[in-house]
């Protein structure tokens, strides 16, 4: 037996008894004749002593210790004389007996405490010492209690957990595909799916009802804090429903894991549900944080063709929020914001400015405004003496409003709006079903291909396909998609209707999605669903920046697990028996 007890366990009440711990040295403190041994495992840190007047030899051993060591010690608990209230196990420490060395450590490249001096390359490279630190560590036992929570529920629900391949051909999400050459198929590809989508599906054309499983999804696109090109889904699809029985089981879901896993109350009350339109006009969002509000107020009738400014004169849109309190920005500041909506990332002309003070309004556009249009804007936007306002336009009114919305996110930062232990939930719906792609020069599925149109609006596939509204849903929590679904197309006739809007020709549709068009000719019944971002989730209630962070071995900006030293070349003995040549280099 390597140990009677573990190191988070012993309190003032095991004093007196003897025991047996293994760990890691976390740190050694001499102190005059007695050293101090920190030793730590998953479950917490024990105080050990060694006195060397009692025992000097094994004083001595203990002075060797480095940090990382991973050693055994037999001992008695006795009560400290300095009590530390901030450790569980502070109350007492370990009079050691018997000392072990079961292994020696080299010593580690950064400090693994709670704040580490580790970079973060260098803690990625060495990520199985990183994940020794007990706040990395905890992000793990939140993620696993997370998993154990939805499997407990969906189970009670009726759901079946069902595995599928990883293994597949290319399931459209809207990113670029990961793709495995196949040795035993030369020249032909698997391609990683962006998620089990058509074979969840199929699994409902099977009859198994309501399905789930917490899954690996692979998409090769850019890399943000949200995003790695491998994530988790709990992924879900039931049988024989409309959206709003996926959305009362899935908001019963999402209460009962806030409450089980967060201990936060959501309370009785239904999630709010905001149609799409509404939230871009809003927020310029369709995943507005509504922990605050700020909503912006379009002011073309105020400011349009009502002065001398060109910008506003022709611009689509003219938006404004009001930042309450900021008039007394400076200079400098008002600088900053202008730079921040003008950064490549955000792409806005310029920021106009208005400060509401006690002797009127003063703009960064007053020359081209009366006093009346001025104080008009203030009444419009609801400012009051002290408030600033803060004006984007542009002459296209979606892209304005985005740049708007990002410029809302910072100013709720900077103002403390954004919480992140208040939680502000809500389904955004009626999402197009289209949009249009410049790249592309066509219509693409903004959800996927496989999303119903809502049933009133299918004539005007023909007609006016840019404004058929899909029976799409997202569930939003503090500006974050946490999840998102959709009812699916049954029926084969609407699916080819729906494969010629995107631009397939008949042949192209059948040769990538004969599959599905034909399991629908037998018997497909009614069926909708939707999948849930495990790691944003996690990375929410856990108050993360990244989901990095509750993720065991992730992967860097450029897509490198830094660790493993992957992606890397193979031999070219791997690619001959894939009948595979590199493209000589540019
Ligand atoms: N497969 C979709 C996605 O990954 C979710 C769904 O429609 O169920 O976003």
Same mark, same amino acid.
């Given at each position: 037996?390597?140990?009677?007890?573990?190191?988070?366990?012993?309190?003032?009440?095991?004093?007196?008894?003897?025991?047996?711990?293994?760990?890691?040295?976390?740190?050694?403190?001499?102190?005059?004749?007695?050293?101090?041994?920190?030793? =730590?495992?998953?479950?917490?840190?024990?105080?050990?002593?060694?006195?060397?007047?009692?025992?000097?030899?094994?004083?001595?051993?203990?002075?060797?210790?480095?940090?990382?060591?991973?050693?055994?010690?037999?001992?008695?608990?006795?009560?400290?004389?300095?009590?530390?209230?901030?450790?569980?196990?502070?109350?007492?420490?370990?009079?050691?007996?018997?000392?072990?060395?079961?292994?020696?450590?080299?010593?580690? !490249?950064?400090?693994?405490?709670?704040?580490?001096?580790?970079?973060?390359?260098?803690?990625?490279?060495?990520?199985?010492?990183?994940?020794?630190?007990?706040?990395?560590?905890?992000?793990?036992?939140?993620?696993?209690?997370?998993?154990?929570?939805?499997?407990?529920?969906?189970?009670?629900?009726?759901?079946?957990?069902?595995?599928?391949?990883?293994?597949?051909?290319?399931?459209?999400?809207?990113? =670029?595909?990961?793709?495995?050459?196949?040795?035993?198929?030369?020249?032909?590809?698997?391609?990683?799916?962006?998620?089990?989508?058509?074979?969840?599906?199929?699994?409902?054309?099977?009859?198994?009802?309501?399905?789930?499983?917490?899954?690996?999804?692979?998409?090769? /696109?850019?890399?943000?804090?949200?995003?790695?090109?491998?994530?988790?889904?709990?992924?879900?699809?039931?049988?024989?429903?409309?959206?709003?029985?996926?959305? =009362?089981?899935?908001?019963?879901?999402?209460?009962?894991?806030?409450?089980?896993?967060?201990?936060?109350?959501?309370?009785?009350?239904?999630?709010? =549900?905001?149609?799409?339109?509404?939230?871009?006009?809003?927020?310029?969002?369709?995943?507005?944080?509504?922990?605050?509000?700020?909503?912006?107020? /379009?002011?073309?009738?105020?400011?349009?063709?009502?002065?001398?400014?060109?910008?506003?004169?022709?611009?689509?849109?003219? $938006?404004?929020?009001?930042?309450? $309190?900021?008039?007394?920005?400076?200079?400098?500041?008002?600088?900053?914001?202008?730079?921040?909506?003008?950064?490549?990332?955000?792409?806005?002309?310029?920021?106009?400015?208005?400060?509401?003070?006690?002797?009127?309004?003063?703009?960064?556009?007053?020359?081209?405004?009366?006093?009346?249009?001025?104080?008009?804007?203030?009444?419009?936007? $609801?400012?009051?003496?002290?408030?600033?306002?803060?004006?984007?336009?542009?002459?296209?009114?979606?892209?304005?409003?985005?740049?708007?919305?990002?410029?809302?996110?910072?100013?709720?930062?900077?103002?403390?709006?954004?919480?992140?232990?208040?939680?502000?939930?809500?389904?955004?719906?009626?999402?197009?079903?289209?949009?249009?792609?410049?790249?592309?020069?066509?219509?693409?599925?903004?959800?996927? !291909?496989?999303?119903? @149109?809502? @049933?009133?609006?299918? !004539?005007?596939?023909?007609?006016?396909?840019?404004?058929?509204?899909?029976?799409?849903?997202?569930?939003?929590?503090?500006?974050?998609?946490?999840?998102?679904?959709?009812?699916?197309?049954?029926?084969?006739?609407?699916?080819?209707?729906?494969?010629?809007?995107?631009?397939?020709?008949?042949?192209?549709?059948?040769?990538?999605?004969?599959?599905?068009?034909?399991?629908?000719?037998? $018997?497909?019944?009614?069926?909708?669903?939707?999948?849930?971002?495990?790691?944003?989730?996690?990375?929410?209630?856990?108050?993360?920046?990244?989901?990095?962070?509750?993720?065991?071995?992730?992967?860097?900006?450029?897509?490198?697990?830094?660790?493993?030293?992957?992606?890397?070349?193979?031999?070219?003995?791997?690619?001959?028996?894939?009948?595979?040549?590199?493209?000589?280099?540019?």
């Amino acid at each position: 037996m390597y140990r009677s007890k573990t190191c988070g366990q012993l309190r003032i009440g095991d004093v007196g008894q003897q025991v047996t711990l293994a760990g890691w040295v976390q740190r050694t403190r001499k102190m005059g004749g007695m050293t101090f041994v920190d030793l =730590r495992d998953r479950y917490g840190i024990t105080q050990l002593v060694f006195n060397e007047e009692t025992n000097k030899a094994l004083c001595d051993e203990a002075n060797k210790l480095g940090r990382e060591f991973v050693i055994q010690i037999v001992g008695s608990v006795s009560e400290r004389y300095n009590k530390n209230p901030k450790m569980p196990t502070g109350d007492i420490e370990i009079i050691v007996s018997e000392l072990k060395v079961l292994n020696a450590s080299l010593t580690p !490249p950064f400090t693994i405490e709670e704040n580490s001096d580790g970079g973060d390359e260098l803690r990625m490279k060495y990520r199985y010492l990183d994940l020794r630190r007990s706040n990395v560590r905890a992000n793990l036992e939140l993620r696993h209690k997370f998993c154990l929570a939805v499997r407990h529920f969906l189970d009670s629900k009726g759901f079946l957990e069902i595995e599928t391949p990883v293994l597949v051909g290319s399931t459209p999400e809207g990113a =670029r595909d990961f793709i495995v050459p196949s040795r035993m198929n030369p020249g032909q590809f698997y391609a990683l799916p962006q998620s089990p989508q058509t074979l969840k599906q199929l699994l409902m054309v099977a009859g198994m009802d309501r399905y789930f499983q917490i899954v690996k999804c692979f998409r090769d /696109e850019d890399l943000r804090a949200d995003r790695q090109p491998e994530f988790t889904q709990i992924d879900c699809e039931m049988s024989f429903v409309e959206q709003d029985d996926i959305i =009362r089981t899935f908001e019963e879901m999402t209460k009962y894991l806030f409450k089980e896993v967060r201990g936060y109350d959501l309370g009785e009350q239904p999630f709010l =549900r905001m149609p799409w339109i509404e939230a871009m006009t809003r927020f310029g969002s369709d995943k507005p944080d509504m922990r605050f509000g700020m909503e912006f107020v /379009e002011l073309m009738d105020v400011l349009k063709g009502t002065g001398e400014f060109a910008v506003f004169n022709e611009a689509e849109y003219i $938006g404004g929020i009001c930042a309450k $309190g900021c008039a007394v920005y400076t200079r400098k500041q008002l600088d900053e914001l202008t730079n921040f909506v003008k950064s490549p990332q955000i792409g806005a002309k310029g920021l106009v400015y208005a400060r509401v003070t006690e002797e009127g309004v003063k703009s960064s556009v007053d020359k081209f405004y009366s006093p009346e249009v001025l104080s008009l804007l203030a009444e419009k936007t $609801g400012a009051e003496v002290g408030d600033l306002i803060l004006i984007i336009s542009g002459p296209d009114a979606m892209k304005a409003r985005k740049q708007l919305c990002e410029l809302r996110l910072l100013m709720g930062e900077r103002l403390g709006l954004r919480d992140k232990n208040k939680f502000a939930l809500l389904w955004v719906v009626d999402f197009p079903m289209f949009e249009w792609s410049d790249e592309e020069q066509r219509l693409m599925a903004m959800h996927h !291909p496989f999303t119903a @149109p809502k @049933p009133s609006d299918v !004539p005007k596939l023909d007609t006016d396909p840019a404004s058929v509204l899909a029976d799409a849903y997202d569930m939003v929590c503090n500006g974050v998609e946490v999840g998102g679904g959709s009812i699916r197309i049954h029926d084969a006739v609407l699916q080819a209707k729906i494969f010629e809007v995107l631009g397939f020709t008949p042949e192209k549709a059948q040769e990538q999605f004969g599959f599905l068009m034909n399991a629908f000719k037998y $018997g497909a019944p009614p069926h909708g669903g939707l999948a849930y971002g495990l790691d944003r989730f996690v990375s929410l209630f856990a108050g993360l920046d990244s989901i990095r962070d509750c993720i065991a071995f992730p992967k860097n900006n450029s897509g490198r697990d830094v660790m493993l030293d992957a992606p890397s070349a193979v031999d070219q003995a791997q690619l001959d028996e894939l009948q595979l040549a590199l493209a000589p280099k540019a």
